[in-house]
């Protein structure tokens, strides 16, 4: 490096994709020079992604001091038993839900794995090991929100995020220099979370992109049509099935329903919770209140249960799962996962996705590549499990239920440090995304806005 006081930047994933959150960021003068990493996700969505899984890392495991966790969504936290298993011996940190809800996001992961057939799955069932996650969690120590962290020559904090529980946005502080670390952003105001904290005063940002070329529709507009939904299903005595995200998506649809049944919106009827992740998750979303937004604390402190309400079933058991097709329609199934790409939700769509008289809603982001996107694309036969299933249930989409702010709201983000930002760095998001929201930030903002390509280096000025 030509300066002690400059920092070097590796994207080692997350570009060119909204999957594989991986950033490398080095520097400090003499013993107290320092590598971290910043979040270590799985690729998802491709062939070629489960391959580039199982690459080594494009750096040394054992010579990473430090590793923080943004939040816990497996593209962000799915690579971290690799990284153990190829030497990594440093500390990990992240907030406290963050790391309760990891070990379990983990523990689902090696729980596929040991079923999983595909090529290179003996290798990974090396890797994937409960020792393993032990072992992370053994390295693992929590800091809360505004907490400061001094390693070396620099200070980290957490600033909430507002994407799921515990998500934080990685504030560093280096030679009175800011960076930031976005993580993923969340689509505020949430139902149930904070909204996203604005920043000031920042030198460099390396920001999502999930939704950088598109908005969602307004959150009265999204309600309205989930409420519309629900009361076609039943008038059509059908079947309306919701692959969701186990963590945030899944405990956001069980507020709004929540809400929906106990204010007689919608009529009573069988509503399965299908999901074993997902249950476990909602545990820890039972325990963690604290960091609900004032209307969810509200809700709770009036007596309202908020995750359960008159028709609800938790199916925590395969045999309680399979037994849901014997019900009686009209009824509702909410599984995982939310890309239609494993779990529960794919023997489902086999059984319903062929009757005109169900209903798939689809409710957030579908990535190139899965199950969930080519259903998106409008595909009248999918593939499942080998079989080929005709698709002739009606299909709806309601974006505004994705946990990750749109391309307006990004900008308006961005627009709070205008004028103090060097540069910004646009990943995790599709290339057209993530270009589009660049061309947005330098039209709109007039700031020096870069989508970085996989293994670039920069060097940052903290002089």
């Avoid at 039972?286 to 079933?313: C, E």
């Avoid at 938790?314 to 890309?339: D, R, V």
């Avoid at 540069?423 to 599709?430: H, I, L, S, T, Y």
Wanted: charged letters at 25%; glycine letters at 8%.
């Amino acid at each position: 490096m030509n300066s002690s006081k400059k920092l070097t930047l590796t994207f080692a994933g997350g570009t060119g994709s909204v999957t594989g959150a991986n950033f490398l960021l080095e520097g400090g003068e003499g013993e107290q020079h320092k590598k971290f990493l910043i979040d270590c996700g799985l690729a998802q969505g491709s062939k070629r992604a489960e391959e580039s899984n199982l690459k080594p890392f494009i750096y040394d495991p054992s010579t990473i001091d430090v590793l923080f966790i943004t939040h816990a969504h497996i593209d962000h936290i799915g690579r971290i038993p690799k990284l153990i298993h190829d030497g990594f011996k440093g500390k990990i940190y992240s907030t406290i839900p963050t790391k309760e809800i990891t070990e379990l996001m983990l523990e689902d992961t090696v729980n596929i794995l040991s079923h999983s057939h595909h090529d290179g799955s003996e290798l990974l069932k090396q890797i994937y090991t409960k020792e393993n996650i032990d072992k992370a969690m053994n390295m693992w120590e929590v800091i809360d929100y505004h907490q400061d962290l001094t390693i070396g020559d620099f200070i980290f904090r957490y600033r909430d995020a507002g994407h799921v529980l515990g998500s934080g946005m990685l504030e560093i502080i280096y030679n009175n220099k800011k960076l930031i670390f976005t993580g993923d952003l969340g689509n505020s105001p949430s139902p149930l979370l904070r909204d996203t904290e604005t920043l000031s005063n920042v030198d460099y940002l390396i920001m999502e992109s999930v939704y950088g070329d598109r908005n969602h529709i307004a959150r009265n507009e999204r309600r309205t049509k989930f409420e519309e939904t629900i009361q076609d299903n039943y008038k059509r005595k059908g079947t309306l099935v919701i692959p969701t995200f186990s963590l945030e998506r899944a405990q956001e649809l069980l507020f709004e329903m929540d809400q929906l049944v106990e204010h007689d919106r919608v009529p009573t009827m069988p509503i399965f919770f299908d999901s074993p992740l997902a249950i476990k998750l909602t545990k820890i979303y039972s325990k963690y209140t604290r960091y609900f937004n004032d209307f969810a604390r509200k809700q709770i402190g009036d007596g309202d249960n908020i995750f359960n309400f008159p028709g609800l079933k938790f199916t925590l058991l395969t045999e309680e799962s399979k037994e849901i097709i014997h019900e009686h329609n009209p009824k509702i199934i909410i599984a995982g996962s939310g890309m239609s790409n494993g779990g529960r939700i794919l023997h489902h769509e086999a059984n319903y996705l062929p009757d005109a008289n169900n209903t798939l809603l689809l409710t957030g982001y579908q990535a190139e590549g899965t199950l969930g996107r080519h259903i998106e694309d409008g595909d009248k036969q999918i593939r499942i499990s080998g079989q080929e299933v005709d698709v002739r249930a009606h299909i709806v989409f309601i974006d505004g239920y994705s946990g990750h702010k749109d391309s307006d709201h990004l900008i308006e983000f961005v627009q709070e440090i205008a004028d103090t930002v060097k540069k910004v760095f646009v990943v995790m998001g599709e290339p057209k995304s993530s270009m589009f929201l660049t061309q947005r930030l330098r039209d709109f903002l007039g700031v020096q806005a870069y989508a970085p390509e996989e293994n670039d280096v920069v060097e940052l000025d903290c002089e």
